[in-house]
Structures are given as C-alpha cells and as structure tokens.
C-alpha cells in the first residue's frame, strides 16, 4: 500500500522540483544511490522498471526507504501497461510514471488513489490525460518535442495544467532555469545525476552533492 497520499505526492514534487530517475539491477547499489539522494535533499525518486526482476530490486528499495530515508517518496517509472502497474502499486509505489499514455494503467492508479504521470508529446494527449484523472502530465522526451518552449505554449491556454519534464534536463543554471521560467512543476532527471564511473566506483557523496547543487540551482530558478 502506498505510504504516502496523491496530495502529499505532487506537493513533493512542486517543493522540490526535481525527481531523480534511476535503475539499477544489484539491490545494495540501488540502495546507496536512494540513500545518497536522500542525503542530498531529494523527496520523490523514480526507480524505472526497465531490467528482469526490477520489480524485486523495487521491493527491496521499498522497505529500505522506509526504515532509512522515512521522507522519501518512492515510485515507478517506464511503466507501460496495466499489470505493470498493478504489480508496483502492491509492492508499495506512491506514484506511477510511463513514456506513454495509456488509459488502463490511469483506470489501474485512480482506483488506488496513485498519482499517474504518462508521457505525452502533444497538447492533444496532455488534454486526454488529464480527462482520464492525470493530475501531473509527462512532457517526452521534452527535448524532441519542442523544449521549454513547448511547455510555456501549452500553458498558455491550459494554464491548469502542471507538467513534469523528462528528457534533455540538465543541472546547469542555464537548462534549469529555461524549464522553470517555461512554468514546469518540475524536472525528471536520469544520467546527469548518477554518472556511470561515480556509481562504479560508489562514490556515493559525490552523487548527493550533484542532488544537492541541482535542487539549489532549481531553488534559484523559481
């Protein structure tokens, strides 16, 4: 069962403007990079479902999380399909994230009270999203479909609208404060956070410094 509320979830999301996107297939390494985010200041992180046995390596992060960074929100990425998201949503995932839309999974999130962000590359399916309960959309991959300028196009008439943005996010001053000033609730980023050779190498403190410069920059930008 999720720990944490839809309400509790996006307001995370809005505080912090940033969710790390991460995945791993050796449990303990998983393990220090959520610690090392956490030590970093990150609230929400996104464990994609991307490797055999991800969900297991999930299961293991769940009970981690809540013994050792009780604040933070964990959830599930590159979820594409209803039974995906059932699978994760019983191991405990507080929100769902997929590269696409797909109605069954939000039917599958909205009757647990699980926050679902799809990724949508137009106005069209942010607009079927949220009529399907989506309180948060996924712009991508944002950098292919028209960068910060797509996401402050769209809320011009759809001003309601709060979109994450995953995809050519960087943290620089430069690359977070366009997205920012564009009006993104907030940011997904992957590789910019955990570069391979520090995760080889388990320099964990260098991966919570990242975590911590991106969230000031973000801070800066607002």
Partial sequence: MAQFSKIEVIAAMKATGMVPVFYHSDAETARQV???CYDGGVR?????NRGDFAHEIFAELMRFARRECP???LGVG???DAGTASLYIQLGANFVVGPLFNPDVAKVCNRRLVPYSPGCGSVSEIGAAQEAGCDVTKVFPAGNVGGPSFVKNVL????WSQIMVTGAVE??????GAWFRAGVLCVGMGSNLFPSEVVRAGRWSEIADLCR???EII???R
Wanted: no cysteine; net charge negative; glycine share 0%.
């Fill in 171 to 176: 943290p620089t001053q430069e690359n977070l």
């Fill in 71 to 73: 604040e933070m929100i």
């Fill in 156 to 159: 011009a008439p759809m001003p």
């Fill in 213 to 215: 410069n991106a969230l």
């Fill in 219 to 221: 801070a800066r930008s």
């Fill in 78 to 80: 590159s979820v594409v």
């Fill in 34 to 36: 959520l610690k090392a």
């Fill in 44 to 48: 929400v992180f996104e464990f994609t």
